[in-house]
């Protein structure tokens, strides 16, 4: 199915406002960007290119023209004209990323084109990761993953120290998966195929079972309103110190993207150039704290009354249990 063009289309028309806001602060800052790039394309661009020369297959008209052709696609309804080279490196992990900084480059595993069924599905994981690059997220990764990996080695107290930097960090990260998947659908332009990519990537293939991305997006929207609070607060845990969203939580968030009516807009025109004025950055935090504020009431609303049954279980469970009573043996995980 062909898509719709969108000539010079800028990233910032796709991005998150939590992911926008983060981006516009640093690359406000002078000097700021040129010298992280300039850092982290000495230390590692040049050797990681030379490392997939040496042990992947480029992707050319000539080696895999299929996958060539479908990220020729890609950059051409993007209208981006920087189109980077395309590794295939084996691999079972299903995995796709893009490096670099100067000039970036893709590389998808073998396991990943085994796993994506359909064209579009290979094309909306390759388009993803052209968001990346034109949102320059590579930049911003390098630094958090300086940043993450120094807080992991660092000793108590510097360690805890850093920990709401590194909180904050992951919160960006998982917020820059979300504004790609918003690229990777103006890319392809079909709904179905980017919601049965994260049905993939969260359940394999269905070896001549059936499976129904329908019955997938009915269970996206159960993780995300089902439960008590509770389970809103276990959310939050299981969640916090992840680089990647879940793949429901995934495609919940883009099929309400889409269905807001921005996708649309974009699609008949309604977008930002590339050199077009950018909105403030008052106005980025304003929109930023408008997601995190609908977020909080519609998710915690009673969280306070959250803690009070907390307190209260606890109190139970000190009230009715026997002082001399040993604790039961924890339950044996289940085989697998």
């Given amino acids: 199915m062909p898509t719709t063009p969108l000539p010079q289309i800028s990233s910032t028309s796709w991005e998150h406002p939590a992911d926008r806001a983060a981006l516009n602060t640093l690359r406000a800052i002078p000097g700021f960007n040129e010298v992280?790039?300039?850092?982290?394309?000495?230390?590692?661009?040049?050797?990681?290119?030379?490392?997939?020369?040496?042990?992947?297959?480029?992707?050319?008209?000539?080696?895999?023209?299929?996958?060539d052709a479908l990220l020729t696609d890609i950059c051409t309804t993007m209208d981006w004209p920087k189109r980077p080279e395309l590794y295939v490196t084996q691999s079972p992990r299903v995995n796709a990323y893009a490096i670099g900084f100067e000039n970036p480059f893709i590389v998808i595993t073998?396991?990943?084109?085994?796993?994506?069924?359909?064209d579009d599905e290979r094309r909306f994981l390759l388009a993803h990761?052209?968001?990346?690059?034109?949102?320059?997220?590579?930049?911003?990764?390098?630094?958090?993953?300086?940043?993450?990996?120094?807080?992991?080695?660092?000793?108590?107290?510097?360690?805890?120290?850093?920990?709401?930097?590194?909180?904050?960090?992951?919160?960006?990260?998982?917020?820059?998966?979300?504004?790609?998947?918003?690229?990777?659908?103006?890319?392809?332009?079909?709904?179905?195929?980017?919601?049965?990519?994260?049905?993939?990537?969260?359940?394999?293939?269905?070896?001549?079972?059936?499976t129904s991305v329908d019955a997938f997006m009915t269970q996206a929207a159960a993780y995300e309103s089902g439960g008590d609070t509770w389970d809103k607060i276990l959310k939050v845990?299981?969640?916090?110190?992840?680089?990647?969203?879940?793949?429901?939580?995934?495609?919940?968030?883009?099929?309400?993207?889409?269905?807001?009516?921005?996708?649309?807009?974009?699609?008949?025109?309604?977008?930002?150039?590339?050199?077009?004025?950018?909105?403030?950055?008052?106005?980025?935090?304003?929109?930023?704290?408008?997601?995190y504020s609908g977020k909080a009431n519609a998710g915690f609303s009673s969280v306070g009354d959250a803690f009070d049954r907390a307190r209260n279980a606890f109190n139970d469970a000190f009230r009715t249990a026997e002082p001399s009573a040993p604790p039961p043996p924890p339950a044996e995980p289940p085989a697998v």
């Fill in 110 to 118: 073998s396991g990943a084109l085994e796993l994506l069924e359909s």
């Fill in 36 to 67: 992280v790039r300039q850092v982290a394309t000495f230390l590692t661009e040049r050797r990681v290119r030379q490392l997939f020369l040496a042990n992947a297959v480029q992707v050319n008209p000539v080696q895999r023209p299929k996958l």
């Fill in 129 to 210: 990761e052209l968001g990346h690059i034109m949102s320059d997220h590579m930049t911003y990764r390098t630094i958090a993953l300086v940043i993450l990996t120094v807080g992991s080695l660092a000793v108590f107290p510097v360690g805890l120290a850093l920990l709401p930097f590194q909180l904050a960090l992951l919160e960006w990260h998982r917020k820059s998966e979300f504004s790609s998947d918003r690229a990777g659908l103006l890319a392809i332009q079909n709904k179905t195929a980017a919601q049965s990519t994260f049905m993939r990537l969260a359940g394999g293939r269905d070896f001549g079972d059936a």
């Fill in 237 to 291: 845990f299981n969640t916090a110190f992840r680089e990647h969203p879940f793949n429901t939580v995934r495609a919940g968030e883009l099929e309400r993207w889409r269905t807001s009516g921005e996708y649309d807009s974009i699609v008949a025109g309604g977008y930002t150039r590339r050199g077009e004025k950018r909105q403030g950055l008052r106005d980025d935090f304003s929109d930023a704290a408008s997601y």
